[in-house]
């Protein structure tokens, strides 16, 4: 276990270095700031018409984070721990130490899933901080429990690219085949309905089920299941690939 811990400690520093993710994080805290201040300069700008434009903005911001930001920066990751590695040959050096393939495999993954929960973390934080100033802190217990429920699917979709990384040769041609997955199961998920609900895709925004006005107990067990059957595959799958590769 502390091989493990040691491997995962390493292949989050990996990513922890790269400054691309701290650029995000900045990016995605500056967006929450300017979109407070705009609400507030709009309800400045209205108050003599009695309007007040007030603006939740943790949930406002989620459903880009789930559906664009985040799902970037896991393919992105995913693709700097597996395909970048494969590329420049440094893979080598860490199968040369006495740790299991398998450790290495679930540490980067977990690696992957850190990264991209920091990242949304400190954009509830950020947005957290900006609904005290626009009279919505009541919301931020709600939202937090939104944001963490969230991670789920997205610790799904670290697993398809891990395993989609698997069946490539370079970061560019992993990216680019990670992002065409991507968006073709979104795409078929708004153009044949019936398919919708069969796609993990379909349920970035996980929070909607749980915190809801009506649960259903029935429809969030086989969702839940769906989504379990979705990670146990991709895990299985992706691990057997990395497994099984020659380097």
């Given at each position: 276990m502390r091989k493990f811990f040691a491997c995962l400690c390493c292949e989050t520093k990996k990513l922890s270095l790269r400054k691309k993710y701290t650029v995000f994080s900045i990016i995605?805290?500056?967006i929450c700031v300017?979109?407070?201040?705009?609400?507030?300069?709009?309800?400045?700008?209205?108050?003599?018409?009695?309007?007040?434009?007030?603006?939740?903005?943790?949930m406002t911001i989620l459903p880009m984070m789930t559906q664009f930001v985040i799902p970037l920066i896991a393919i992105m990751?995913?693709?700097?721990?597996?395909?970048?590695?494969?590329?420049?040959?440094?893979?080598?050096?860490?199968?040369?130490?006495?740790?299991?393939?398998?450790?290495?495999?679930?540490?980067?993954v977990i690696a992957v899933f850190f990264i991209c929960a920091a990242i949304m973390l400190i954009t509830f934080a950020a947005a957290a901080v900006c609904s005290?100033?626009?009279?919505?802190?009541?919301?931020?217990?709600?939202?937090?429990?939104?944001?963490?429920?969230?991670?789920i699917p997205v610790f799904i979709l670290i697993?398809?690219?891990?395993?989609?990384?698997?069946?490539?040769?370079?970061?560019?041609?992993?990216?680019?085949?990670?992002?065409v997955v991507y968006i073709l199961a979104k795409a078929i998920g708004v153009f044949v309905p019936v398919m919708d609900g069969l796609l993990f895709?379909?349920?970035m925004q996980w929070h909607?089920?749980?915190?809801?006005?009506?649960?259903?107990?029935?429809e969030l067990s086989s969702k839940t299941l769906l989504l379990l059957g979705y990670g146990v595959t991709l895990f299985s799958a992706g691990y057997w690939l990395f497994l099984s590769r020659e380097y």
């Open positions: 995605m805290a500056a300017l979109g407070t201040l705009l609400s507030a300069l709009l309800s400045k700008v209205t108050a003599s018409a009695q309007l007040k434009f007030t603006i939740n903005m943790p990751a995913a693709c700097d721990l597996f395909a970048s590695e494969y590329h420049n040959q440094t893979i080598k050096a860490q199968l040369m130490r006495p740790v299991s393939r398998f450790k290495i495999y679930l540490a980067k005290f100033f626009s009279g919505t802190a009541e919301n931020v217990p709600y939202s937090l429990g939104a944001y963490l429920l969230d991670l697993l398809l690219a891990a395993a989609l990384n698997q069946i490539t040769k370079g970061p560019t041609s992993a990216m680019f085949l990670c992002i895709t379909s349920y909607r089920l749980w915190l809801g006005t009506a649960v259903h107990i029935k």
